[in-house]
């Protein structure tokens, strides 16, 4: 197979190579091997000639010539006999190995013997080392004469094909075995060997030479090296993934290979990366068989769920699938994500009476905001659409508060007047005191909802289910991990001390569910999750989980090293669940029910309405200013603005 990535190509010699090589590509398998049975007849008359030659030396005449010439036409029909009854001509060149050539072997031997027969018949009385030197000059003229017309077809086709320059990094058995395998491939040349191993630089290894590490990217630029193969099975996956990445950088396709014990069996191949447990990364049972009931309240009904393509969406919409409800509105700005889920839940409600409806938008958009709601008749919103990687809203702050804010203001607010019986914000543990525009984007949410909830007067029920992080979820500090585990390192936490709450994604869409069928309306539910799980911690945990250790100085050979890059920007050495104290039980034992003071509503609609301002101004600044006056906690937000006077 020619791979698009094999661009270098040997000019051209003229047309005839292209004749040949149309030829060679174009031929019946039978028209060759008729020629390799062609090839071992015409071997005959030079090898008996030779044979003669080297017997007789100056005494050959031409009546003893003259003699053997008689029987050649029979001896070459005997010769051809022989190889179709051997399938010598059967034999691909390029597949010519110790087994063909212990058949031509056979085959010289019986054509010396036949020869030797037929000259005793005819009572010629040749010496019988003639017909030894015959079988062995026709043994090697057989071999040679198959090695110089593979080799000939092999330099056609690389002359006319793309061809990949290959550097094999281990010149152990698993690369000499490599490279002895590509000797007959078409479209891969092995140009060299790299290897750690001072005691095989220099030297050669299958016709190669050895090089050093250092030297590939000067081989790379001198040789014009395309692709390099590690051919160390023994070296641990780390380093095969470090140094992977370092090739990579040169603009190098890397791969790696097995050795050979492990693909004949002999030897155990090396397991992929294996996940931890999420027991094991919670540090407490997972809770998704306690948190159960909630079903009925989703039974029968028009489900409305926001950001339904992404991670906590995504669950929600599967478990709600399993509530058996009417329709499921998929709502989702992004088009790929909402082609997913819609294809997913569409196969899942195949045999069920589900009505699946995908709707591409964005939660900011009023107008298509109330005509979802009116048109589909929907009963329940699950309102999990929302900016919520940190870093990103932090440097984008304008958008994220539109998003996060005004969004769940526009959809909530639709939702009252549509009467629709029950509307869930999710929310997040970065909402309690946010250092972050993400955190305190969600607070400001919360504060929204919680506004309409007052105002409802026994209609909506509006409720705000908060919690930490959910593993597996798309910026989660766990598959970040993995991704860096499988790269070979560092893996990076911020501070030794940083501590997080975490879940995994089928709690926390139960959670959600849970919660949402209560009756209280405005309060905020968030998860017993135990206790916080330290980053540090959990880094150490997924490495050994891998079957890895640790590389620090207590253990220098060790294979991933934990690399700290400091606090981001907004980030909390602790996250938070609660912002005050006194926190109730509810109908579930797992879930509580904060106690959080909130705004009044003129409060309310003054934030709002200097949040409207500074977004139509993207004045940033105001904002924060916004955020320093109404969030709790946020004090820290106009520390570069304290000239600025709050709204």
Not at 34 to 46: A, E, F, N
Not at 270 to 291: F, G, N, Y
Request: contains cysteine; glycine residues 6%; charged residues 20%.
């Amino acid at each position: 197979m020619v791979h698009a990535w094999c661009t270098h190509k040997t000019p051209h010699k003229g047309r005839r190579l292209s004749v040949l090589y149309n030829m060679a590509t174009t031929l019946a398998r039978s028209t060759k091997r008729g020629i390799l049975l062609c090839v071992d007849i015409l071997l005959v008359p030079p090898a008996l000639l030779t044979a003669m030659v080297l017997q007789y030396d100056d005494s050959l005449t031409f009546d003893n010539m003259q003699q053997h010439w008689l029987a050649l036409p029979l001896l070459m029909g005997l010769c051809g006999l022989l190889t179709v009854v051997l399938g010598l001509h059967r034999v691909q060149l390029k597949a010519f190995e110790s087994h063909a050539i212990g058949l031509t072997a056979l085959h010289a031997v019986l054509l010396g013997l036949a020869t030797a027969v037929m000259d005793d018949l005819a009572g010629f009385g040749t010496s019988f080392a003639t017909f030894i030197n015959f079988a062995l000059i026709y043994f090697f003229m057989s071999i040679g004469v198959r090695m110089l017309m593979l080799q000939v077809l092999l330099e056609i086709y690389r002359r006319e094909q793309p061809q990949c320059r290959l550097l094999i990094y281990g010149a152990g058995q698993t690369g000499r075995q490599l490279a002895a395998a590509l000797r007959t491939d078409q479209s891969t040349i092995p140009v060299a060997f790299v290897d750690d191993s001072e005691a095989l630089q220099t030297t050669l290894v299958q016709g190669l030479t050895v090089y050093s590490p250092l030297t590939i990217e000067a081989l790379v630029k001198a040789r014009k090296i395309d692709r390099v193969v590690l051919a160390m099975p023994s070296m641990t996956k780390p380093r095969q993934a470090q140094l992977s990445r370092q090739l990579r950088e040169l603009g190098l396709d890397v791969h790696t290979v097995p050795s050979f014990a492990q693909l004949t069996g002999q030897a155990p191949v090396t397991e992929e990366i294996r996940a931890a447990s999420a027991d094991k990364l919670l540090r407490r049972p997972a809770l998704d068989h306690e948190l159960s009931g909630g079903s009925d309240v989703y039974k029968g009904r028009v489900v409305l769920i926001s950001g339904a393509g992404g991670s906590i969406g995504s669950e929600l919409c599967r478990q709600i699938a399993s509530c058996a409800p009417k329709r499921i509105v998929l709502f989702e700005i992004s088009e790929l994500a909402l082609y997913k889920i819609d294809m997913e839940l569409r196969s899942l409600a195949r045999n069920r009476a589900i009505h699946i409806v995908p709707v591409l938008g964005s939660v900011t958009d009023e107008n298509l905001v109330s005509r979802i709601l009116r048109d589909h008749k929907v009963q329940v919103v699950l309102h999990a659409a929302a900016y919520k990687h940190v870093n990103l809203v932090e440097q984008n702050p304008v958008t994220g508060m539109a998003n996060n804010v005004l969004g769940t203001h526009v959809l909530a607010r639709a939702a009252a007047i549509a009467q629709v019986e029950r509307f869930i914000l999710i929310s997040t543990d970065k909402a309690v005191r946010p250092t972050n525009i993400m955190g305190a984007s969600k607070r400001l949410a919360e504060m929204l909802v919680h506004d309409l909830a007052n105002r409802a007067k026994g209609g909506t029920i509006f409720s705000i289910v908060r919690f930490g992080n959910v593993m597996g979820s798309s910026g989660s500090v766990i598959p970040l991990f993995q991704e860096q585990i499988k790269l070979g390192g560092p893996v990076t936490v911020t501070h030794p001390d940083v501590t997080r709450y975490f879940m995994t994604i089928s709690e926390a869409a139960r959670l959600v569910l849970v919660a949402g069928s209560f009756d209280a309306s405005g309060d905020v539910f968030v998860l017993d999750m135990g206790e916080p799980v330290r980053i540090y911690d959990l880094a150490c945990q997924m490495i050994s989980a891998v079957g890895y250790s640790l590389r620090n100085e207590s253990n220098p050979d060790g294979d991933i090293e934990i690399k700290f890059i400091g606090l981001q920007p907004g980030e909390k050495i602790e996250e938070e669940l609660l912002i005050g104290k006194g926190q109730t039980t509810t109908a579930h034992p797992k879930i509580l029910q904060a106690n959080e003071k909130h705004l009044s509503e003129i409060e309310v609609a003054s934030a709002l309405r200097s949040i409207r301002d500074a977004i139509e101004r993207a004045d940033e600044t105001a904002l924060r200013a916004v955020i320093s006056r109404w969030v709790e906690g946020g004090a820290h937000f106009t520390r570069q603005t304290q000239d600025i006077p709050l709204s």
